[in-house]
């Protein structure tokens, strides 16, 4: 069964302190794998799309890392800005569903 | 602003009610895609429609159903709803639909809040 685990559930950081996010993903057969970042009471805002193990997406002070069993978000001297839910999701080449983690919950203290 | 538009923002109603909600891609994508969000469950796929046409279906209750229509703007009905079924519920679009190489990066409206009393 296709299935997406997102580690930690939360986190706190304090301000410029750097961390990784962990997406583990089980698929058969990997068409992409999307990060997506959510604030309290709206929708996903799309970050990065990652096709093949071995590549690596940046923007500002987010990265993106894919192998082929997880992703990492990576967040270098993070601002209180950066605070929000952090959604993982793959889709299987199989059937084109798209399976969501349950996401990490970011906190960055100023 | 992602350009999918979702309506009514927020929507209050009764057990054993129907109510409709709306979405509008954005100009250009042919697909697209009905969440539904809760506090415990997370992001649930409902369905997907490319063009006019069921793609995709995930774990959607035979109480809801959804359509999209010639101009592609795409209704999501929920009937005889239960107090479990209050949740944020989410459209996005997305350009394709069409099989690999290609993904489906999709993106998301505002989200409409159901909440069943």
């Known amino acids: 069964e296709d299935q997406v685990t997102q580690s930690p559930e939360a986190l706190r950081l304090q301000e410029g302190e750097s961390s990784s996010l962990n997406c583990s993903y089980t698929?058969?057969?990997?068409?992409?794998l999307f990060w997506y970042r959510q604030d309290p009471g709206k929708g996903p805002e799309f970050l990065f799309t990652?096709?093949?193990a071995g590549e690596e997406k940046e923007k500002e002070r987010l990265k993106a890392t894919l192998t082929k069993k997880e992703s990492f978000l990576h967040i270098t001297a993070p601002k209180p800005e950066d605070s929000a839910t952090y959604l993982c999701?793959?889709?299987?080449?199989?059937?084109?569903?798209?399976?969501f983690g349950k996401g990490t919950r970011l906190h960055i203290l100023p | 602003d992602s350009g999918v538009t979702q309506t009514p923002k927020h929507l209050i109603t009764a057990t054993g009610q129907r109510v409709t909600l709306r979405c509008s891609p954005r100009?250009?994508?042919?697909?697209v895609y009905w969440y539904q969000q809760s506090l415990d469950q997370g992001l649930q796929f409902l369905i997907q429609y490319y063009n006019g046409e069921e793609r995709a279906k995930g774990n959607i209750l035979e109480r809801f159903s959804a359509q999209q229509f010639p101009d592609l703007h795409s209704e999501l009905n929920l009937s005889s709803l239960e107090l479990g079924d209050s949740a944020l519920y989410f459209c996005?679009?997305?350009?394709?639909?069409?099989?690999?190489?290609?993904?489906?990066?999709?993106?998301f409206g505002p989200g409409t809040r159901l909440t069943v009393l």
């Open positions: 996005a679009s997305s350009v394709a639909g069409t099989r690999y190489p290609s993904t489906d990066t999709q993106y």
């Open positions: 100009s250009g994508d042919l697909s």
């Open positions: 990652l096709y093949s």
């Open positions: 999701a793959v889709q299987a080449r199989r059937d084109d569903k798209i399976i």
């Open positions: 698929v058969s057969g990997l068409r992409g």
